[in-house]
């Protein structure tokens, strides 16, 4: 058998092993080897993406629950290809319109280029003595070159107005999309790509000013999806969502982190603060009474778990996140329902 048709042979067998690896993966996490899902641990157990796998290793590291929602984020972040479609359509556009553009300037050059010759033309023909006839005649030719340059400038100053009206719709069309990408779609909250910007940047900017994060995680929220369903569990992520909204300032930024999972950047807020603003979000999602309009049900109160840190010298955005983490898993393993601080295992007020 040829050398390539056993390399090929090879490549197969392992592709149905990684394939039975990776239901056995999912079904081990309890779950359904949907094909997104799927695709997300087969890449995982392959190897094929670094990033996804930093991400879930630190997941399993930290004894951190694999679910549905976690697998749909990390197939967003780091498998889908279709992300750029929408902004290549909007930069075909926009080589179109400096196409335009650049055509209308060459217009104008060659325009006053015309012009330019017609005045050194009549010019010369004024050079010497000159009777009337010859004047009017003169005179004529200037008419006509003025009313030339006068027509076209008027036709370019039309197109240039149209252009500039289609750049201005590229602008905005640009812009919602540049928010899009940085949007989750389900919450309204930013996603983690606007979070790894914005938390660079607060770290490199203002690196003395004081810096705190915030981490929540809604408890028992796979109890609430097996029972109620997704499109439930969706809801209470949207009133989680609006709950954290409300208890913020204008410079803080809340974040859907993965799943059912949020964190919240409050800059310039040290620990304590940072720890009031937690247990203000704890509280009020805590009194949340949602009813399901299909048939009335009324779903039984649900309660976040929340971790709060706030920067140290030599902190990196990693080892922030890692702490801040570190403080959420200490309230949900103290009982659920509560805050925890960094560095403080004393837990603020909060029932289970």
């Not at 197939?75 to 080589?95: F, K, M, W």
């Not at 999806?225 to 913020?248: F, W």
Request: a negative charge; glycine letters at 6%; proline letters at 3%.
């Amino acid at each position: 058998m040829p050398a390539s048709a056993l390399s090929t042979q090879h490549t197969v067998e392992q592709a149905k092993a990684l394939a039975l690896r990776a239901v056995d993966f999912l079904l081990e996490h309890d779950v359904a080897p949907i094909p997104l899902s799927y695709g997300v641990a087969y890449e995982y157990l392959s190897g094929g993406s670094p990033d996804l796998c930093r991400t879930l290793d630190e997941h399993l590291h930290n004894g951190r629950r694999i679910d549905a929602f976690l697998l749909r984020d990390l197939h967003e972040r780091h498998l889908a290809v279709d992300r750029s479609t929408p902004l290549r359509t909007v930069g075909n556009d926009l080589q179109q319109l400096l196409g335009e553009l650049t055509h209308n300037i060459e217009e104008a050059g060659r325009g006053a280029e015309e012009f330019g010759t017609a005045l050194d033309t009549t010019l010369g023909h004024l050079a010497g003595d000159r009777d009337a006839q010859s004047l009017r005649e003169i005179a004529a030719s200037m008419v006509v070159a003025t009313q030339k340059a006068r027509t076209r400038n008027e036709h370019l100053q039309q197109r240039l107005q149209v252009t500039m009206a289609e750049s201005e719709k590229l602008k905005v069309e640009l812009e919602r999309h540049r928010r899009e990408a940085l949007i989750d779609p389900l919450t309204g909250l930013w996603n983690r790509r606007a979070l790894d910007h914005e938390l660079d940047e607060l770290m490199a900017v203002e690196p003395d000013a004081p810096l705190s994060l915030l981490m929540l995680d809604v408890d028992h929220f796979k109890r609430i999806n097996d029972t109620h369903g997704h499109a439930l569990g969706d809801a209470v992520l949207r009133h989680v969502a609006e709950a954290i909204r409300k208890c913020l300032r204008s410079d803080d930024h809340a974040v859907r982190y993965g799943g059912e999972e949020f964190l919240v950047l409050l800059p310039r807020t040290s620990l304590l603060e940072a720890a009031q603003v937690a247990e203000s979000i704890r509280a009020r999602v805590a009194s949340l009474r949602l009813r399901r309009r299909s048939d009335n049900l009324m779903l039984e109160p649900f309660t976040v778990s929340l971790g709060v840190a706030s920067r140290k010298p030599g902190d990196t955005r990693d080892t922030l996140l890692r702490r801040t983490d570190s403080a959420l898993y200490r309230s949900k393993g103290a009982g659920r329902n509560r805050v925890s601080m960094d560095g403080d295992h004393g837990l603020t007020p909060g029932h289970a």
